[in-house]
């Protein structure tokens, strides 16, 4: 069973940095599309970044070129190293993992979620 847990969240002042990591477990991380997303306290879920499986990378207009996202198939494990951080960078931090088939059929995974706060 395909498995992703979330890492590295905690608090941190503002104009600092955090790194986050996301472990794939039951699958190879190679198969994957792979994406960062976040939910602030009010809002809706808004995706942070994505990376393809030849490494091509997407951003978000509000990451303004802050955050990087990475994946180390060997390690099976995608990261999200953000600096510079805001107040407004404030939420719950997933990863999905998402793949299509040969015969169409689509997958979806997500993991459970870590907390960065940027607070003084």
């Known amino acids: 069973q395909v498995q992703l847990v979330e890492s590295g969240g905690g608090l941190v002042q503002p104009g600092g940095s955090l790194r986050l990591s996301c472990a794939l477990s039951?699958?190879?991380?190679?198969?994957?599309?792979m994406y960062w997303y976040r939910q602030a306290p009010g809002k809706q879920r808004e995706q942070v970044a994505r990376v393809t499986r030849g490494d091509l990378t997407t951003y978000e207009e509000f990451v303004e070129g802050r955050f990087t996202i990475s994946r180390d198939n060997a390690k099976n494990t995608v990261y999200l190293q953000m600096n510079s951080l805001k107040p407004e960078d404030t939420a719950i931090y997933f990863c999905s993992a998402d793949r299509i088939t040969g015969l169409g059929e689509k997958f979806d995974y997500w993991g459970q979620g870590t907390q960065v706060t940027v607070s003084s």
């Open positions: 039951g699958s190879a991380l190679s198969l994957y599309v």
